[in-house]
């Protein structure tokens, strides 16, 4: 990783100048698996909405528009890793969804503020933004093996078209529970979980400070109805009664690449 | 149902190309009794308010654009059961519902978007989406014989000009009961309800996890005044106590076909 | 009463027509005394905000939109009760309320859409709307003689400028209180109400189902200054305890004519 | 105070006609002191924001708008008391606010009526409306001869330039209090509000009915820090645990005339 | 500090005339050290997004703009101390943060006034404004010479580009502990804070009275992770289950000039 200070200067160069040339100087491209895996990594989820003025541009300048979305999108892809889900039709939240990870929230930050300043981006209204980071397990350690054996079954191969993204804030109570007890409630939620580590894959962001809620939690899979037999799971468990806030909003949405979601608002 | 991957391929060409002979190709029609009767079918409700604009349009554009939701709704008929509601008057939520069914959710999206991509959708704001599905009864098979019974009390025949959209959420308490004590609190309900299982069709979807609650309840009815009584039944047991979110909205609108509804919006 | 068969056609030629001739064939039409005092009505209270659009219209066109508001009422008038409220200056949540009366709700809203689908209805913005039904006193016929007496206290005569609409939702512990005990409560806030029976109208609606609401509470005074003690008096007995939600909106506004409300609004 | 129905009939001819004329024939003007000093007066807060259009519009218009709203001021001075705020910069609720008092809420209203049929007011956005009335000191008779002294300091002399409205809203257990223990915790909060006096004043309204809450609280103040330690002072008495809702909004603005503050707006 | 009186009499002129020239002759220019660690330090923290509109402006005037919010900030620096924030794509509640320090509220509404009145500012949409005051500290005199002493820890020296601002509301029963109670709490809260203060800068405003919460919290910071944990040490402390409000909104963004943000707005 960088020296920090030189990341400042380079996000104040960034968006001073909003120069290209800027990021292909960088010695490394952003490692895309190490940054959906490695803990201390900056995630941001920003959801949007297209303004009904985008639908009266003609098909020229939208087409014009898409092309300068996937070149600033190339230009930061060498320092973050971008992932774009399709929300129209599923949710009144959002139309789209922008996953975003870095090393660093001011990478995070670059892009959108780039995105956000193409003609498309213009047009698009900001409905929601939720930050988190990634850490290490935190109760794993202390569970049992065959727990821990368990919670390495490995997801099932192939496509996982839906991802749901909800955001969770635990209450007070929570917080002030021992370890021990807060491990104890976390075995129960974890063995609630395990039958379904093979059609439902998870990730777990951490937010306290960083919004209004204590986690992001994300989820991948290919059958709907698993996830929600998950859910039912989860609430089924006594963990589930200091969850002050789950989902407000739930974000229910399919995989796209960022072409395929243009080529939809480009028609 | 055809594999998985076929679907997903097939929503991403959709989604892509927006092509209407792709679905022409597909061998067989969407059984519509079927899909509204099945365990494991997803259901969206997507309900919208037509803006401001839509009314300064010229007669002639509207009916152009009214000819062209018909031809999305031809074209998606193949896959899904779509339904629609005319909201407006009685809801300041949204003026119209459209309540989809199919064997996997990414259809319904894929409908979704196309109609939003038309001239007409492009001036729906969508207000609410509620994402849910079917599951064969949870508690039903665990009645007495009679309750049964009275379960299969047929509906009266005629027209159910009413419909009511009622999403709910259950307390943390509800799930944490077990299964007897679930069971004897729904049997109360269901004692409370079966007087008026001849006037007021009822359906329910879960939604744990893909949406901000826990059930959508979808009711039809001649009689309002039966309906309000039911609820009101369905108040006055201990069930109820366990009601963390009772509607929020609560979408009243009426049975109308996609025709009729276009008709109001053109005129 | 006709037929539902009839009434159900009849509001789909209405919905898909338009057409004003239709309800010149009625045979009767409809009895507003009847209406306003009969149980088994359907209420419909919708409150609009005018769009800041309107005002840039030119007077001889807004005269023209006004104009067509009145034909719409004229129209309607066979089959409904309407009322009229100024609300524009006393609250934030609309301008206009209007209360539509009819023994079906299909009338309200064939009514609604057709005052939402003139070029004035084009500009309003529907805020809220509350569903209700009337129906025959719950608890009066178990109270004692002197409290059924006091009830028939007359409302002294003479115009009653103000109106108060307030939505309440009690909790769910109050739906679970066995008929006495809830009587019992009810007989304690009647007692508290009965000294502002002459100087303040009530008129009460059951939402259950309906709408997110229990009630839908109506009030018609001259002495706002009694009302506010009427409702504090409310508030001092022990089914207030059992009030979830009163008000949110509260709507307070002032009795106006259809005419003289397009008056403020075409000046 | 005019007959009832005299004020009735002059309000429906101010909205119908909008006569600047019929004022004037008024024998008696508005006594500002009273108004701002008796009970049972009438009072409205009107807070706008004003819409972006108002800001293209060229100075010469805004010019004449602000003319417009003058002459409405000086034909209803005669029959209400108009103040006005600038929350501008201090609150994202508003811009400005007007509070008005008056004998009935009649005036209140075809005033504000007035006002928002301006050019200016077709750009102001009404997003709070606090309707309450005043009333004689509930407590004070009740307290000690030692309070009620002390709540005799009169306020300093001097402009006093910060305003607050905090609306409040008491919990169902503060109603179900006995006079006498009611009285007990307001005399306990009126000793901890003496030492701010001298350089809080403070007026309060009642609203149970006329608005979403039960009171609203209005302050002047030089010293905001004064004003600070006064509420922080009242958080900590038992009565403060009765407060359901405390502000939501809290407005925070400057006294200034009318004059200064269309200046800020055609500047 | 100058009279109170010659003060509210200049900002009366201010308003009302916009003149420049006028703050030209005040005798001293802002103290910005001191006004960013005085205690009786009044601030306002506006929040604001642009509207779609601006970006549509041409490059030519967007410039033109960006010089008049220059200017304006000159003027006004001499009474106050303004530090500017980039929350575009980290927060959907805004783009741009505006902190104000001065000795008076009057000067914050001033200058926040004129930048609202640029046409820059006729495209800001003020989405929240925080208010609040400095004061010595409340709890530290009494807590234990060792927790005094840690408090010292000098912050490490360095740019901190995170900023995060937290509003927070405490509930009824902390005002209502005593004292002694309230430094225990206070004493645990900063025990758990102690490890952090080298890395998190953290400033407190005090609110009551003045907005609708009672705290803004304000840190800086180079280590989000720390930070993080520093929230999470700060969720397990037995005070933290007082918080009524914690957030709502988080506001998370970076440390950036006004240049550098006008620069984002303008490319």
Do not use: C
């Not at 541009?57 to 999108?73: Q, S």
């Not at 007070?172 to 093979?198: G, S, V």
């Not at 991948?220 to 789950?246: C, M, S």
Request: charged fraction near 25%.
């Amino acid at each position: 990783m960088k020296s920090r200070t030189m990341i400042i200067r380079t996000l104040s160069i960034v968006l001073a100048l909003g120069s290209v040339t800027l990021y292909v100087q960088q010695p490394h491209a952003a490692d895309r698996e190490k940054l959906l895996s490695d803990p201390g990594i900056y995630a941001t989820f920003a959801a949007f909405k297209l303004d009904p003025e985008w639908w009266k541009l003609d098909k020229g300048v939208r087409d014009t528009a898409a092309a300068a979305v996937k070149e600033v999108v190339r230009k930061h892809n060498e320092q973050i890793a971008i992932d774009t889900y399709l929300l129209r039709g599923l949710s009144e939240y959002a139309d789209v969804l922008i996953r975003v990870h870095a090393t660093d929230m001011l990478y995070n930050q670059a892009f959108l503020v780039d995105l956000m300043g193409t003609t498309f981006g213009a047009h698009l209204m900001n409905t929601s933004t939720f930050n988190g980071m990634t850490k290490k397990a935190n109760y794993v350690p202390n569970f049992p093996d065959e727990t821990k054996a368990a919670l390495k079954t490995p997801v099932d191969p192939g496509a996982k078209p839906y991802i749901i993204v909800i955001p969770i804030r635990k209450d007070a109570a929570w917080w002030l529970l021992n370890p021990e007890a807060r491990t104890r409630l976390m075995k129960e939620h974890t063995d609630a979980a395990i039958p379904y580590l093979k059609t439902v894959k998870r990730k777990l962001y951490h937010s306290n400070g960083l919004d209004d809620f204590d986690f992001i939690t994300y989820f991948e899979t290919d059958h709907l109805a698993d996830f929600n037999n998950l859910i039912l799971a989860l609430q089924q468990v006594k963990e589930n009664q200091h969850n002050r806030r789950f989902g407000n909003p739930t974000l229910l949405g399919t995989v796209h690449s960022l072409d395929e979601i243009l080529e939809v608002f480009t028609r």
